[in-house]
């Protein structure tokens, strides 16, 4: 059997080989994924943040449990998570491309978030998310990230999208 892996249109990555294992292959790389990131051993929700924020233990990174559904534009989304207490906790930001992929799965054509199954968050919009890069070479263009396929794409940033903010952990306590 033999299986490619090819680039379609617009990037988009494809699938191909012999009728009916496509399926199968895509169900294998799911349950390879889930099983190297199971959400009850990676994700813990912070009491000291109220029950408001999730450490990924794969990361280190703090997320809002649930994400502000309202859609905003990029400057918006900057200000929003800046100006955000989550859990009686500031500090918060739009997260890099990097850090939101590593929150979706594998590329699959899917009716909801490839969120990985499980997992604690709340309110997770089928739809795309800001992070803070802009397009240098393109300055009214910002990165968001796909979170059914995980792709990077960038997109004027007057068009609105929701906000997952994101923090790094809190430094240990003094000693």
Avoid at 40 to 59: C, P
Avoid at 64 to 93: D, F, H, L, Y
Wanted: a negative charge.
């Amino acid at each position: 059997m033999i299986l490619a892996l090819g680039l379609g249109i617009a990037g988009f990555q494809f699938l191909t080989g012999p009728t009916g294992q496509k399926e199968s292959l895509i169900a294998d790389i799911i349950k390879n994924w889930q099983e190297a990131h199971p959400s009850a051993e990676r994700f813990l929700i912070l009491s000291d943040f109220r029950d408001e924020a999730v450490l990924d233990k794969d990361t280190s990174l703090i997320w809002e449990i649930a994400p502000q559904a309202t859609s905003v534009t990029w400057n918006e989304a900057r200000v929003t998570c800046a100006k955000r207490t989550t859990g009686g906790q500031k500090g918060w930001r739009l997260p890099a491309p990097t850090e939101m992929r590593s929150l979706v799965g594998p590329a699959v054509d899917s009716p909801i978030p490839n969120i990985p199954p499980g997992h604690p968050f709340l309110n997770i919009q089928p739809t795309s998310y800001w992070t803070v890069v802009s397009e240098a070479n393109q300055p009214s263009y910002a990165k968001y990230v796909d979170a059914f396929l995980g792709n990077v794409l960038s997109f004027l940033q007057i068009y609105t999208y929701p906000v997952w903010c994101v923090r790094n952990p809190l430094p240990p306590p003094a000693s």
